[in-house]
């Protein structure tokens, strides 16, 4: 049973088009993290979102954390062809420091 | 480059041999991870250091793999009897105290097993 389900799983869209990325749980996290991979890499952080109902913009990207801090979103405005790439949700229960992360949605912004 | 550092960036190996791979955190980090990333799939949490000590194992860690951090800075990944499910991109991280979720990733290394 995977803990955080992430949705889409492949997002093909063209450049110019908003998007958003789902990550839902049944549990509750302390904070949750959005990463960014690209292949042969590993990910780098994007942001982390701590309180619930929180919302953090970062250029054209725009995170949310749900009020029961379960479930988080991720929304790209005007997508670039830059910003193809694997994007994953990643968070930490309460009394852990491990980091558990979703499958990931693999985005594709064709030009 | 002080970033974290990952060697070798790629490991081909024959079913049955022992691979070690080696991470370098950065500095002033004292957490340090291991996860495993098999193609189509988020990283999975093998296990984490705070300092010397290893504080969590995951049970994908069989009693084939071992992790050490000797002195609290760099660490070793070693797998032995290596199977072809071994197959995949082992990614260490580090992060430093209180800023538990921000991990900063190598680039990972990369092991086949034919």
């Known amino acids: 049973t995977q803990l955080l389900e992430q949705s889409p799983q492949f997002l093909s869209i063209q450049e110019g088009e908003n998007l958003t990325v789902y990550c839902n749980s049944s549990?509750?996290?302390?904070?949750l993290q959005w990463y960014r991979q690209e292949p042969g890499e590993g990910p780098v952080l994007l942001v982390t979102v701590v309180t619930g109902g929180e919302v953090k913009k970062l250029k054209r990207l725009t995170f949310q954390f749900g009020d029961a801090r379960k479930d988080s979103s991720l929304h790209i405005t005007a997508a670039q062809p830059g910003d193809t790439g694997l994007y994953l949700c990643?968070?930490?229960?309460?009394?852990?420091?491990?980091?558990?992360f979703g499958k990931g949605t693999k985005l594709t912004v064709n030009p | 480059d002080t970033g974290v550092s990952q060697d070798p960036r790629h490991k081909i190996t024959k079913r049955g041999q022992n691979v070690t791979f080696r991470c370098d955190p950065i500095s002033e980090h004292n957490r340090l991870y291991w996860y495993r990333q098999t193609l189509g799939q988020g990283p999975e949490f093998l296990t984490y250091?705070?300092?010397?000590?290893?504080?969590?194992k995951s049970r994908l860690l069989s009693d084939r793999f071992s992790a050490e951090r000797p002195k609290g800075s760099f660490s070793t990944l070693e797998i032995q009897r290596t199977e072809q499910g071994d197959s995949a991109m082992y990614l260490c991280?580090?992060?430093?105290?209180?800023?538990?979720?921000?991990?900063?990733f190598g680039e990972g290394s990369r092991l086949t097993v034919l």
């Open positions: 990643a968070g930490v229960r309460g009394g852990s420091e491990k980091l558990v």
């Open positions: 549990s509750v996290f302390s904070s």
């Open positions: 250091f705070q300092n010397e000590a290893q504080l969590e």
């Open positions: 991280a580090s992060s430093s105290r209180g800023r538990a979720g921000e991990l900063f």
